[in-house]
């Protein structure tokens, strides 16, 4: 019947082990559609530390010359040609030493140590938000 195929039961049974959501109805095929099986709220906060990074690399590296050479030849070399195979913290942290951030600083400027690990320096980006939040005020 609707919603028996082995792709629904294959869903229902990871959606069972590791969703934070109640299961959907019984008859439904939720495959089929675009869905998160965690409640995104926490998701959520990658786009912005996403943000952060790329404003911080905007203002450091780009703004004064968007259309940079060196720079563009540094993100397309050290940032999209690894891809996935390289961890992203190394990414960025080589990224931003070629991109000119001062290699002789304890920590990048964009991004602060917290623990184990990286936090980006969302002062850039609320920068940003609140340029824009004026432009359409005006």
């Not at 919603?3 to 959907?24: F, N, Q, V």
Request: proline content about 9%; charged content about 20%.
């Amino acid at each position: 019947g609707e919603g028996d195929h082995a792709t629904s039961r294959a869903w229902r049974e990871m959606a069972r082990k590791i969703s934070s959501l109640p299961p959907p109805p019984k008859g439904t095929s939720p495959e089929l559609r675009l869905s998160h099986l965690t409640v995104y709220g926490g998701a959520y906060y990658s786009y912005l530390f996403a943000r952060c990074l790329s404003a911080g690399i905007w203002h450091g590296a780009l703004a004064s010359d968007p259309l940079s050479p060196a720079a563009g030849e540094a993100i397309r070399r050290h940032l999209l040609q690894p891809g996935g195979g390289t961890d992203p913290a190394d990414l960025f942290l080589d990224l931003h030493h070629h991109l000119g951030f001062s290699p002789q600083a304890e920590e990048p400027a964009l991004v602060k140590r917290a623990g184990n690990g990286w936090v980006p320096d969302p002062k850039l980006y609320l920068q940003e938000v609140l340029q824009a939040s004026k432009l359409q005020g005006e």
